[in-house]
């Protein structure tokens, strides 16, 4: 008896034969794929819209597989087919599998499912006049607006109300200090008048006879003595301190290098002692024109010293410098050169023109030779012209 109670409670043990599962054994959708292609291209709703001119609310109703969000059922086959070349992706397969997970049907003719469903009236006048997807709370990729206050820190309110109070401050310093400044105040003058300064104070009101006043005798102060008086003492009697006074009194003659040495006898001339030259005097260089020519003298450093048309027995005495000016010259077998009276030349062929002439006597001495008279009649004229002038 003991043995067939234990066989009755006996359970015979039921194996279940599980097989293994993968890693990609489980349900994959067309939204999901979609998503993922999206992604990969970098793309969000609002960039598929952009480029596919497609709604935003129609590329999230495709992922999801929800052809009620469509206001024309008949456009959604375009729609997913668009969405697909899109994706790079097949077109026939992703509206197949659309139409599966939806339950999405084409319509076909006429039949009321190919064409949009006209509301009532009642409708159309509950409905807002623009109806905008994006301001909907219900789209999941356009972010919630925000109310006007939510983005104030009240850390912020305190900081603009120190800011005002401070500012409201400065302003009022500164109106009291411009009030302060402009404020005249009169202050007696220091100096009793006359009258009243040879009044005994301790008389009490003894009239000026009484107190020894000789009213009769008193002269009142003249216009001029007034404006005197009340005359600023800088502009009473000005005093001119020339600048250059003590550099005026210096005496070249008596101080310095140039002073008399002490050796030198009374009414003889004063040596001075510490100058001495060394060098001779340059030679003097003078350009002379036999015929009319045109000359221009430039400094070494570019500056037009002289230019002009000298005329026939003209002369031009070059200045002194320390750098020998550069001479050109048109017509230059008529101009000369005379250096200490001796005559040079000419400075060039016929009516050439030269050129980056250095008016140096040195250079002047080696390049050119000693005129010759014989070779030019109208030079041995000059010359014999300007020899007579000083006897006549």
Known sequence: MRRMIGRSFRRSKVVEDVGAKGFDDFELRLGDVMRGERATLGKSLLDVQRELKIKA???????????????TPGFI????????????????????????????????????????????????????????????????????????????????????????????????????????????QLAPVEQAPTVIADIDPLSGNATGAQAGVDVASFTPPTADALDRLYRPQALDTPVMVPRDGPIASLDPRLNGMLAPSIGSAPGEAPVIAGVQVVEENAPEVVLFAVR?????????????????????????????????????????????????????????????????????????????????????????????????????
């Open 292 to 392: 009319p020519t045109w000359i221009r003298v430039r400094s070494a450093d570019g500056t037009i010293i002289f230019e002009k048309i000298l005329d026939t027995g003209e002369e031009y005495v070059l200045p002194a410098t320390q750098e020998p000016p550069v001479l050109r010259a048109g017509n230059s077998g008529s101009l000369y050169f005379k250096l200490n009276g001796q005559t040079y030349g000419p400075a060039g062929a016929g009516t050439s023109t030269a050129k980056n002439v250095a008016l140096a006597a040195d250079l002047l001495r080696e390049s050119y030779t000693v005129a010759d008279l014989d070779a030019d009649p109208a030079l041995a004229e000059v010359i014999n012209v300007a020899q007579a002038q000083p006897d006549q």
């Open 57 to 71: 609310a129609y590329i999230a109703a495709i992922e999801n597989a929800d052809p009620t969000a469509f206001d």
């Open 77 to 184: 086959a375009g729609y997913v087919r668009s969405y697909a070349r899109y994706l790079n992706m097949d077109p026939d397969w992703a509206f197949d599998t659309f139409c599966t997970e939806s339950g999405f049907f084409t319509a076909h003719g006429m039949s009321a499912d190919a064409s949009s469903v006209k509301p009532s009236r009642e409708e159309r006048l509950s409905r807002p006049a623009d109806k905008d997807i994006f301001a909907a709370p219900a789209t999941p990729f356009v972010p919630a607006g925000e109310a006007m206050m939510s983005r104030v820190e009240p850390g912020a309110i305190g900081s603009v109300l120190v800011l005002i109070a401070l500012v409201t401050g400065l302003g009022y310093g500164g109106w009291t200090v411009l009030q302060e400044v402009q404020k005249v």
